[in-house]
């Protein structure tokens, strides 16, 4: 009687080899109706795993896969260095890619990983892409997410309080005598983004500063956009007396505008951002910032990531969300002339 191969499974189910190699590895994004065909093909074939290869692909990759925005954000490959020390004591390698907050990429960079038999996972997610996540979750790889979260996925978590960064800022603004605020926002497509404008929103509502609409702007986390927008907002006939930018990278878009304007901080305008400190070290006047604890929440990361791949027992998931401090420094100073709307 002949073998009954791989080949013949994925023959009769009209389907890849490598279709066939996830479903019964259970590694890897397969849609439900592949998966179906493919369980009844082995069905009919009478098909029997080979124990010796089943043990063999069962054996530990000491891979560990990470996925993050952009590559070329200093905060996000500070987390990934810490990650990255703390893998190496386990003996294991940090593969380390970036989907430019596009979820077609993170999609196609998911699977990837999948491919490569991670132990676990570490996500800067888009936001998008849950059932894909979910996916790699229920094949029983450990999901890390950092700086965002994936709305309906159950999962470790480590992120900023970001609605009360950007509240806290404006906030702040607003005790120096500033009422005509700007803001320029990220993406609000995903947590970071949309928390950190809900914050700045209410606080100025709140605090009962100018709600003109033009004084918000769209940066979506990319410095030349963010250039265009403050740009815009520094071109108004009523422009604001100080800008609150969401975070380190729109903020070099907004610093060239005021420059490129011949505009002095603070004495013509205040300006505050949410972001790391290290990427401002030499600027002047120092800025003043609303901080993320890197430090802590790469350490963080990483003790979370060690516990889920060297840990037998399966507990709970974990979030953990931590308080931004803020930093006064010199770039804010109440304004020379204060025009309420």
């Not at 994925?10 to 890897?28: H, Q």
């Not at 509240?167 to 605020?181: F, Q, V």
């Not at 995903?190 to 700045?200: F, H, I, P, Y």
């Not at 972001?275 to 802590?296: F, H, I, N, V, Y």
Request: include cysteine.
């Amino acid at each position: 009687m002949k073998n009954i191969t791989i080949k013949d499974v994925a023959n009769k189910a009209g389907v890849s080899v490598g279709s066939v190699s996830k479903v019964l590895n259970n590694k890897g994004y397969v849609s439900k109706e592949t998966r179906e065909k493919v369980e009844m093909a082995i069905e009919a074939l009478n098909y029997q795993v080979n124990a010796a290869a089943r043990s063999l692909k069962a054996s530990r990759t000491k891979k560990v896969g990470m996925l993050v925005s952009y590559i070329s954000n200093p905060y996000l490959m500070s987390i990934a260095k810490t990650i990255e020390d703390s893998l190496r004591e386990l003996g294991c390698h940090l593969l380390l890619m970036s989907h430019n907050e596009d979820e077609a990429t993170e999609r196609e960079l998911l699977q990837l990983i999948m491919e490569q038999r991670v132990e676990a996972l570490v996500l800067i997610p888009t936001g998008g892409n849950r059932e894909m996540v979910q996916t790699v979750i229920n094949q029983k790889i450990p999901v890390l997410l950092v700086d965002k979260k994936v709305e309906g996925v159950s999962t470790d978590l480590i992120v900023d309080d970001n609605y009360y960064g950007s509240y806290e800022s404006i906030k702040y603004l607003s005790s120096l005598g500033h009422s005509r605020i700007g803001v320029i926002y990220g993406v609000t497509k995903n947590s970071v983004g949309k928390e950190r404008l809900d914050g700045a929103l209410d606080a100025i509502k709140d605090l009962e500063c100018s709600l003109d609409e033009s004084l918000v702007r769209p940066g979506e986390f990319d410095s030349e956009k963010a250039y265009k927008s403050a740009t815009e907002l520094l071109l108004l006939p009523n422009p604001p007396t100080a800008i609150y930018c969401c975070n380190n990278t729109m903020t070099t878009g907004l610093i060239k505008a005021i420059n490129d304007r011949g505009i002095k901080i603070p004495d013509d305008i205040s300006i505050i951002t949410f972001g790391d400190a290290s990427q401002w070290e030499l600027l002047q006047p120092p800025l003043t910032l609303m901080t993320q604890p890197l430090k802590r929440i790469g350490v963080e990361a990483a003790i979370l990531l060690k516990n889920r791949i060297t840990m037998k027992e399966e507990y709970l998931p974990k979030q953990l969300i931590i308080r931004p401090e803020l930093q006064i420094r010199s770039s804010c100073a109440s304004p020379k002339v204060e025009v309420r709307d």
